[in-house]
């Protein structure tokens, strides 16, 4: 109140200033407040298409994986089959001097099954059951030299052609295993302990599907409203600002530096599929305009937080570029897939998702009732969803692989937990360097 | 409705809720924001900002206050805002040293109504309007004044002394008029 007569009655008498507003004023708040709602609609339709599509792919590759195993595996099982039947009974197919008629793959996954059996039983049932073989499944006694070459280099070629997979290792040994139990093997012919040290030699070589690494990014941080649109806080705007007709009070968060460091370990998928998970350390920034602290003393509002920032004053007085500092840690999963087949150079297009938990922050707030910034943590939505993606060039050598090139993130998860202000998402982009130790 | 159950609604997100509360101050606060500008647009372009900033701001307000005085400290918040935006404003709100008038201490009897009086101070340079509005209507310190409009305290009290003078002499030349008015109808 004050002492002033004059003042006392002017505040009096516009105490009772008041007027009916237009309709179209209750309209559009209403529309402003619920404009919000409206914006993450199609945010929700981009995750929602894009989420099937990177899961579906990556399913179709993991599946086509899978199947392509399963398929090698069972042409080694015909081909160890084949093996042990040309082993064992070689010497009898040569007297009999018959031919067999084995074209069809139905019938080789019978002789197959049979076989299987009969390696197992005892040694003076065999002849009985190859004859049975013979006579069940149409493998005539007359076999020529050919057919029995042509059987011979099949095997031989599947041989050759699964060297160092996993799968012919287990097969042919498998299967050898129990020729040697069953005691019907002749010798092996020189051919085979060839083929037998190389399956060794391969063994040994066996890659591990598991690699290690270290990855950093370093780039530009903004807060974004939308994926499109840049956030802009309700905050004062400068003396020497001028507005947008409509849209008057908004004031840029500007964007920032942001970079992230970690360690990651990678499992390959398939030849050209790996998927890969770890721990990051990520630093994302933005800057505000402000003026300088104020006592908390001078506003009796309803805050409980301090300090307090003024608003940027204007050009004539003093003020600063204020940095908004967040720092997170982020679990990652990423799935790398390669373009290309150069061992040289590779291209690789990374996609995934993060899980991020907010460590500490001094971001300022703005409260529109005391025209302050303040610090408040508690107004953050502290456990963050990224999406991010990367095209990565690849150089290996000697047995590592780095990898760089542009990434992109996006913050799914609002950063401010109220939902009745503008939502505010993370966007960064920059350049990433990733280093895989022994890429073998 | 009960102010807290209101708010609560409100936070809630219910629609019937807010226009209640919007109904509720609605007609003071278009006065508060005519008071600070220049045209009846100008005023509801403020006073749709301001509700808008108070609905989405709503969860800042911890109840421990009154809910009009809140409403109000945004809303004036929001018409320096729009003021400082607005290009058409900023040669007004810009200070000089230049005394344009001289001070008055005079207290002047005040037989104006209220829009009559809002009138008046609404024919102040845009500058002298807001400190005027700022110090004698709502109260503020020269040195919060100083911080919002960035200027100094200084500033702020000789602009306020030369915005009452040209005020005062504006009431008594009006009520002089007045006086003219009702002799002649005599």
Known sequence: MHEDKFENEVQKIMDQLSFDPADTVWSNVAKGIGKDKKRRGPLFWIFLIAGPIIIGGGYFFITNNRLEKASVINRSEKASAFNSLTKTDSLQLKQSGNETAMNSDLKKDQIVKKSAQTLNRPVGRINEDRALMHSDYGINARTTEHSKEEIK??????????????????????????????????????GDSVAHTQIAKNKDKKPTKWKIGFSGSAGISELHQDPVNQAYLFAPVTGTATGTPGNPYHAPVLSGFSFSAGGFVSRSLSGRLSISGGLNYHYYSTKTDIGGVINNSTYNNNLAATPYYAPAPSANDSSHSYTNQYHFLELPVLIDFALNKSKDISVIWEAGFSFSYLVSTNALYYDPASNLYYKNMQLYNRTQWNVSTALMMGLNRQHNQLLFGPQIQYGLSNLLKSSAVDPQHFFSYGLKISFILHNK | MEESKLLKDCLEGKTSAQHELYMLYVKSMLGLCYRYTKSMEDAEDVLQEGFIKVFKNLHQFKGSGEMGAWIRRIMVNTAINYLKSQSRYQYDLSFSAESLHP?????????LDAKDLADLIRQLPIGYQTIFNLYAIEGYKHAEIGKIMGISEGTSKSQYARARALLITWITKNSLDNQKGQYARR
């Open chain 1, 153 to 190: 280099l099949n095997s031989e070629k599947n041989e050759s052609t699964l060297a160092g997979s996993e799968t012919i290792v287990r097969t042919d040994s498998s299967s050898t295993e129990k020729s040697k139990q069953a005691g019907a093997i002749k010798q092996p012919v020189a």
């Open chain 2, 103 to 111: 001070v008055s201490s005079e207290n002047p009897e005040l037989k």
